[in-house]
């Protein structure tokens, strides 16, 4: 069933009889238009894409499935016409502004609007076999940009110029950019799980923590590896152990038919056991995709179940202030049985002497 079948279905359901999409990726999700300045009006019988001059040319060629109509900047200034006979209208009230809010009710003044972001993100949650090449082809940029930077990787050098680095090889090998500002953290400010790549210089003695990832064709990566420079203590390897023994066992909870929250549990309930569970405070992972960061989570309150065609993160950390953290991420796509890790890039304790 193609996407806007689908996406019909899920309105009928909410018993609405149109639909405005605003957020760029559920736009491109919906109609292949990547130009990103484009509204999409959906209802039974019409797929409208509303765009201004600069980018109908390359509408008409990305979505052809749609109509495309041509509108001032105001992309709502059409939908009066449009949406003349829409009783009810879904939007995505996560998105749109208070003004477009204000502008969307001006427009379609007849019409009960209705807030249902979740209508994309749903389908968008589990990906096809086209999206899952993408997201394959996205994590070994990653993956391959982690083993050129390694090389390369010395005293003295600053948190910039790794995570530089880091996107000039993700670039070269056919990314599109960064798929978010890089975590390049070292010394004590790998305790911040997201302190991005600052002036500081790496040296001896201390974890650096690198958190980056690659878009290609609109489809995100993301990963994290922690190393060590010069010789660990003791705790170092420790509190690394550690997040790995969560990190390979949220892995191995991942299933269809187990819930974020369950997963969550299973890789937090090794770090609290070890007495660091105040250390861990974030969730240990999200579903990426054409966003960085997308639902369903593993987190301590996410009910929604796994399916097989999810691409989620898990990744795990332990950060100690004024001492230093770790933190370990990989993407898995959820199987019918279990998951496929997709990351490939080594997780054993390196150490740079
Ligand atoms: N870059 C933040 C994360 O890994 O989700
Ligand atoms: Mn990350
Ligand atoms: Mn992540």
Request: glycine content about 10%.
């Amino acid at each position: 069933m193609s996407r806007l079948e689908r996406m019909r279905q899920q309105m009928l359901a909410e018993n609405i009889d149109a639909y405005v999409v605003i957020r760029p990726e559920n736009g491109r999700y919906m109609s292949g238009f990547t130009g990103g300045e484009a509204t999409l009006f959906i209802t039974s019988e019409r797929a409208c894409l509303l765009t201004d001059f600069r980018y109908i040319e390359q509408a008409r060629v990305q979505a052809p499935d749609f109509e495309i109509v041509k509108t001032g900047l105001d992309h709502f200034e059409v939908l009066s016409e449009l949406g003349q006979k829409a009783q009810r209208v879904g939007f995505e009230g996560d998105f749109i502004t208070f003004l477009g809010y204000e502008r969307l009710k001006d427009a379609l003044p007849q019409a009960e609007l209705l807030s249902l972001p979740d209508l994309v993100s749903h389908l968008r949650s589990v990906k096809d076999k086209s999206e899952i090449e993408l997201i394959r082809k996205a994590v070994r940029i990653a993956d391959d940009a982690f083993a050129e930077v390694l090389k390369t990787v010395d005293i003295g050098q600053t948190e910039e110029e790794i995570g530089l680095n880091l996107e000039y090889a993700m670039r070269r090998a056919g990314a599109s950019g960064g798929s978010f500002d890089f975590i390049v953290a070292s010394g004590i400010r790998s305790s911040m799980p997201h302190g991005t790549a600052s002036s500081k210089q790496i040296k001896s003695g201390e974890f650096l923590t690198m958190d980056f990832g690659a878009i290609y064709q609109g489809y995100c990566s993301d990963i994290t590896r922690t190393v060590f420079l010069g010789e660990p203590e003791e705790k170092h390897r420790e509190v690394y152990e550690i997040v790995l023994a969560a990190q390979l066992a949220g892995i191995k909870a991942v299933a269809p038919g187990r819930t974020g929250k369950d997963v969550d549990a299973v890789a937090r309930k090794i770090i609290t056991d070890a007495g660091y569970g105040d250390y861990f405070g974030h969730g240990l992972g999200h579903s990426v995709g054409l966003a960085i960061h997308e639902g369903p989570n593993l987190n301590m309150r996410e009910e929604r179940v796994l399916e097989p065609g999810m691409v989620i993160t898990v990744e795990p950390g332990i950060y100690i202030p004024d001492w230093g953290g770790v933190r370990i991420e990989d993407i898995v796509l959820v199987t019918e049985t279990g998951c496929e890790v997709l990351t490939q890039a080594p997780k054993d304790f390196i150490i740079f002497e």
